[in-house]
């Protein structure tokens, strides 16, 4: 669906989820005691359950995780013509069961720095959302 302002597309579910996978890298917003994190994650999306895994190691993430579940992922994109942007709402968990880490060893999410990240967490989502931007010149102001 196009918008009012120029140029902005509303993105189906779908083609949210595409671009998902499209790319590996994001930024996850947590909050606990009334302020908000904002952390940058790699991660995998398990395409059959339409939920999102990352990896980290015992902190500041995992912690306000277990103080308040709700997160919103957010990741973004552009080429010479366009410009992108997804954002997922929903709730994160540990994943505790040897069989649900196996299932997601499966999905090749790796760390991208040398650090031991051996705790999964998924996001399942209540809400995705994303909107495409025509890139080009500032209107003029006459």
């Known amino acids: 669906m196009v918008m009012g302002f120029g ?6 579910t779908d083609q949210c989820w595409t671009l998902l996978r499209s ?41 306000e995780l277990a103080i308040n579940d709700r997160v ?8 010479e013509v366009e410009a992108w942007s997804v954002v997922v709402k929903g709730r994160a968990e540990r994943v505790e069961r040897q069989s649900e880490m196996d299932a997601a060893e499966q999905l090749g999410l790796e760390p991208w ?9 998924r996001i399942r989502p ?12 500032e209107p003029s102001r006459v």
């Open 72 to 79: 919103a992922l957010e990741i973004d994109g552009h080429d």
């Open 23 to 63: 790319t590996a890298i994001g930024r996850i917003a947590a909050s606990a005691a009334g302020l908000v994190d904002i952390f940058p994650i790699n991660y995998a999306v398990d395409e059959a359950a339409r939920t999102v895994y990352f990896r980290t190691a015992p902190g500041t993430k995992l912690l």
């Open 7 to 12: 140029g902005i597309t509303e993105l189906t």
């Open 113 to 121: 720095i040398p650090t031991l990240k051996y705790r999964w967490v």
């Open 126 to 137: 209540t809400e995705i959302a994303g909107r495409r931007f025509a890139l080009g010149p």
